[in-house]
């Protein structure tokens, strides 16, 4: 495989989880972008969303994308909505493989801690509306889709059976 390899799909569904098991079993090194914008920023993604709003945050994304995209050897973990600007996603898609890992929005909602999370406060039925939106954009913009496993380990092997 070259360039670089790259995770989307929504909040929740393991993409820094998978991207680590993933950047150990290739030696690569892991990039996660929500991560590297809260170095950056200094705060986290729900204090950046209060206090410069969503579209500096993306702002910020698309800043990333496009310094990410320029290296190679990388898996990315991108944000849940970084792949809906072209301009986030484009140069990604440029530099490697887009897996779009797809779990059921009901079990992230049931499952997956939404403490802090900026959508995760909005309610179960903004949550499963806003996943109904992303999810044709994540397929459209993915080479592949993965399901998640039963865990993280068998979720990485099932991406490493995908790009084989």
Known sequence: MRGNLILIGMMGCGKSTVGGLLARRLGWELADTDSLIEAREGCSIPALFAQRGEGYFRDCERQVSEELSR????????????????????????????????RPPEEIYDKVSMAGRP????GRE??????????????????HQVEVQATPEETAARILEVLT
């Open 119 to 122: 959508l995760g406060q909005q």
């Open 71 to 102: 290296r190679t050897g990388l898996v990315i973990a991108c944000g849940g909505g970084l792949p809906l600007r072209e301009d986030c996603i484009g140069p990604l898609r440029e530099s490697g493989t887009i897996i779009f890992l797809h």
């Open 126 to 143: 903004a949550f499963l509306a806003r996943y109904a939106q992303r999810e044709p954009v994540y397929q459209a913009c993915a080479h």
